[in-house]
């Protein structure tokens, strides 16, 4: 059981997310060609599978040097998660100790391992739900969150597209909830630090792979059926990343959809339904700004500082008598504000996706 739960920890998920992401493609490439009658050809093949052009889309090549620079320093980032798991799960496996202090711990087996799994997944799952609610809600958070949708076109690369500093405070929020139970698990039964967190890594491939999260980020709208009641299909997921109106801040869940349906944030989208990708209120060339470096690392802190002092000291550094403009996220409420009272006038015209204009670059998926 040891060495096979090594091996699974210990598979490349590089080769598992472009597997399925190609898989995906090829499948639904091929089951259009039979559909239509269409001949077979190698140029249309590729370009539905890859719906960008790899050589001149700004947004692809910022995805890969986020990817390459995150490979080098998530590490130092995730350092204060990690020792908040160590200390939260340490304290609460020391506090019950010394309160049950004749306690002897259960006996392990696999239906408590299973157990124990699913309830590190859950609050794993709670934590995330709950940092990337606030990232939308907190004006300082989606200036910095803001980075992850500014994509205008999605591939298995953009899920690493985002600042680093999220790694911080994630981190710690997950360290905290998932810490608890793991030192309540340690008490429990006598597993280490290592095996609890084992737990939920275990878990976290297992239903990497049941969402077919590598699909998450991509243009292929599968949906997973009945399952889309408590997972977050990749359809799902590409409805967050649109600015149709009715699909702002929806679909918070990174693998469980139970806390978007217990929070009112679930949307289940219809088959064939458009997303559009991109910011609400930004232009095609607002967008790009966030595909240098300058623009996706050091312009977000600039503007999430600005945001906590917009907070904290309305009329910091104000002359008496002159007229600021407001903060960034206040101009972005009111355009999306705006933008959805264009769509109120009528029902239908509020249900039908809203086409990309002329100028943009951000393509419906389907």
């Known amino acids: 059981m040891e060495n096979l739960q090594a091996y699974f920890l210990n598979f490349p998920q ?41 050589l001149t889309s700004k947004s692809f090549h910022m995805d890969v040097i986020i990817y390459v620079w995150r490979k080098l320093t998530d590490l130092v980032f995730v350092a204060p ?10 304290a609460t496996d020391f506090g019950l100790r010394s309160v049950f202090a004749d306690f002897s711990p259960l006996g392990i087996n696999y239906v408590v391992t299973f157990s124990c799994t699913i309830v590190m997944l859950i609050a794993a ?27 205008d076109f999605l591939n298995p690369l953009t899920s690493k597209r985002g600042h680093s500093f999220p790694l911080v405070y994630g981190g710690i929020v997950a360290g905290v909830i998932t810490g608890m139970f793991a030192g309540l698990f340690m008490f429990l039964f006598g597993i280490s630090l290592v095996e609890a967190v084992a737990l939920r890594a275990v878990a976290s491939k297992i239903f990497t792979i049941w ?10 709208p599968v949906s997973l059926g009945w399952f889309d009641r408590f997972l977050i299909s990749p359809h799902m997921h590409q409805i967050h990343h649109s600015k149709v109106e009715r699909h702002w801040d929806k679909n918070f869940g990174t693998n469980l959809s139970i806390f978007d349906w217990m929070f009112g944030t679930g949307y289940r989208p219809e088959k064939g339904e458009k997303a559009v990708f991109g910011i609400s209120g930004y232009s095609d060339a607002s967008l790009q700004k966030f595909n240098t470096f300058k623009g996706a690392y050091f312009d977000p802190v600039l503007r999430s500082w600005k945001a906590i002092v917009a907070q904290v000291r309305p009329d910091a550094g104000a002359k008496p008598g002159a007229k600021r403009d407001p903060p960034t996220f206040i ?22 996706p809203r086409s990309p204009s002329p100028t943009s670059n951000t393509g419906p998926i389907g």
């Open 331 to 352: 101009i972005e409420t009111q355009k999306r504000t705006e933008q959805g009272a264009e769509t109120s006038g009528s029902a239908p015209a509020a249900m039908a």
């Open 211 to 220: 969402t077919l999260d590598p699909l998450k980020h991509s243009h292929i």
């Open 14 to 54: 590089f080769a598992i997310t472009w597997g399925i992401f190609f898989g995906a493609g090829l499948l639904s490439f091929f089951f259009l060609l039979r559909r239509d009658r269409s001949d077979f050809s190698f140029r249309e093949m590729f370009e539905h599978c890859v719906p960008f052009n790899v």
């Open 81 to 90: 998660g990690l020792a908040a798991t160590a200390l939260v799960s340490g």
């Open 125 to 151: 799952e709670f934590a995330d739900y709950l940092v990337h609610y606030l990232e939308h809600k907190v004006p300082a958070l989606w200036e910095l969150h803001k980075v992850h949708h500014s994509a």
